[in-house]
């Protein structure tokens, strides 16, 4: 089965910090692009961070630069997001996503392939 799965979510403090894993099953990314979204309850879908399948370039949303940061480690077929300063702004489910292509080309959902079924990211105290 080809899919993603997400891990590393979780209960932090404001200020807190999550690394969150995205493993590749069934396929390999080395020519996918691959995304974090998020969702919050009540809110639209929204993407937070995209590295190019070289992982040469990324990207991110306003509202988490600075304090996130995306990985890939294409030889253990996992892209990594490393949260910092977490905010009560940033509960969400968390997901990744892989969009056949070298590069990272917007985070329109429909664009990309495969997608993992989320992992729970909750910052309170």
């Known amino acids: 089965q080809l899919q993603f799965v997400e891990s590393g979510g979780g209960l932090v403090q404001p200020g807190g910090s999550l690394r969150l894993s995205c493993a590749a099953s069934?396929?390999?990314?080395?020519?996918?692009?691959v995304a974090w979204f998020r969702q919050a309850p009540g809110k639209e879908r929204e993407g937070v961070a995209c590295?190019?399948?070289?992982?040469?370039?990324?990207t991110y949303a306003d509202s988490v630069k600075g304090r996130f940061t995306i990985t890939r480690d294409n030889a253990k077929n996992t892209v990594v997001l490393q949260m910092n300063s977490l905010e009560p702004e940033d509960t969400a489910v968390y997901s990744c996503?892989?969009?056949?292509?070298?590069?990272?080309?917007?985070?329109?959902?429909?664009?990309?392939?495969?997608w993992g079924r989320g992992t729970q990211v909750t910052v309170a105290s």
């Open positions: 069934g396929f390999t990314l080395d020519y996918y692009a």
């Open positions: 996503a892989g969009d056949f292509g070298q590069d990272c080309r917007g985070y329109a959902p429909g664009r990309y392939d495969y």
């Open positions: 590295i190019s399948a070289p992982g040469r370039t990324s």
